[in-house]
């Protein structure tokens, strides 16, 4: 179970134990926390983000079915990622119109600051 793993399948018996799991982590078979197992059973399934151990966070769907917990997810980091790019592209949006209007306030009062000089000498055009 890494950041770049892609789904998994895990299966917990009445007794909270992994019985089969497509996924480990540091070469064991991760526990859920027996809550989300608990919850589980008892109102027949549960949604969750699983964090087992820093840097790591799973989204996690959880189903009952014949006595067992039937546990499936996959990590949440290509979809953060996708996030932080999402971040990066409105900010630079952002920067430019801000950059823009910069530029336009300060070319507008340029042009008010040469009108107000040409009323004042009287001169035509402002040289």
Avoid at 18 to 40: C, E, F, M
Avoid at 45 to 52: L, R, V
């Amino acid at each position: 179970m890494t950041k770049d793993s892609g789904t998994f399948v895990m299966l917990y018996g009445p007794d909270n134990k992994p019985i089969y799991s497509t996924v480990t982590l540091h070469g064991d078979v991760p526990n859920l926390p027996p809550g989300v197992l608990d919850t589980t059973r008892a109102g027949g399934t549960d949604a969750i983000t699983w964090q087992p151990e820093p840097g790591l966070r799973l989204a996690v769907v959880t189903g009952y079915a014949a006595g067992k917990v039937v546990v499936a997810g996959q990590s949440l980091t290509p979809f953060e990622n996708a996030d932080k790019f999402t971040q990066l592209v409105i900010a630079g949006g952002w920067l430019t119109s801000m950059l823009v209007l910069a530029a336009a306030s300060t070319f507008t009062l340029v042009i008010r600051g040469r009108g107000k000089a040409d009323r004042t000498t009287g001169r035509p055009g402002g040289d």
